[in-house]
């Protein structure tokens, strides 16, 4: 198993650029979340979904968007870049039992909005 | 809204020593407490969690405890190793409710040879 693996490592966008952080899991997990990671800050949840065709937003949803089609692919659109995005982006998930809480994590995307 | 707090933010020992690390949570419905390690450049993976009807677990070198009363809970690393030095992230989470979970803000440990 793969595990979580996001997609790119790195960029870097203009503002008011658009790009999609692409994240997939290979362990058929129901639950997938979005965090971002700023210095001292620890993990903001940005969006989540329980399932394919269903998402929610989290504490920090404002300039992203999300889909999840597949149980695998659960992608971060941001629209128009802004300066206050820069972070380190983290897709995690988990399986459905309500006794299997572990989270796993992608190896993170850094983002630089200029 | 939920919050967990965590101190401190940073944290230096000496190698063989011990360390502790303290978290706070708000949301009394929580139920599930991880404890997640996070080395350079890497994803947080998780080292420990604990389950709000056990007060305390043991995992070799690494421990937690609970209090629920207070709503506290910690994580006691002993004979700390350079290898230990990484950001240690606890958090809390209702698993029977949303799923969310609500992370602290971090604690940097630095194990000094």
């Known amino acids: 198993n793969a595990g979580v693996t996001q997609t790119p490592k790195f960029r870097i966008l203009k503002i008011g650029q658009s790009m999609t952080l692409q994240c997939t899991q290979d362990?058929?997990?129901?639950?997938m979340y979005w965090y971002r990671q700023d210095p001292g800050m620890g993990l903001k949840l940005i969006y989540y979904?329980?399932?394919?065709?269903?998402?929610d937003k989290g504490e920090v949803p404002n300039g992203y968007n999300v889909s999840r089609s597949t149980t695998e692919d659960f992608p971060l659109r941001l629209e128009l870049a802004a300066p206050s995005q820069t972070s380190v982006y983290f897709c995690?998930?988990?399986?459905?039992?309500?006794?299997?809480?572990?989270?796993?994590f992608g190896s993170g995307t850094q983002l630089s909005v200029l | 809204g939920e919050n967990v707090e965590q101190h401190p933010s940073t944290l230096s020992v000496q190698e063989g020593d011990s360390a502790v690390i303290k978290c706070t949570y708000s949301?009394?419905?929580?139920?599930?407490f991880p404890w997640y390690k996070q080395e350079l450049g890497k994803g947080p993976q998780l080292i420990i969690d604990?389950?709000?009807?056990?007060g305390e677990k043991k995992d070799q070198r690494i421990a937690v405890t609970l209090n629920k009363t207070a709503k506290h809970f910690s994580l006691h690393i002993t004979e700390t190793q350079p290898e230990d030095s990484a950001v240690y992230f606890c958090?809390?989470?209702?698993?029977?409710?949303?799923?969310?979970?609500?992370f602290g803000t971090g604690t940097r440990l630095k194990v000094l040879a």
């Open positions: 604990i389950r709000s009807n056990v």
């Open positions: 995690a998930s988990r399986g459905g039992h309500p006794t299997n809480e572990k989270l796993f």
């Open positions: 949301d009394s419905a929580s139920n599930y």
């Open positions: 958090a809390a989470s209702n698993t029977s409710g949303t799923y969310k979970y609500i």
């Open positions: 979904s329980v399932g394919a065709g269903i998402t």
């Open positions: 362990m058929n997990h129901n639950y």
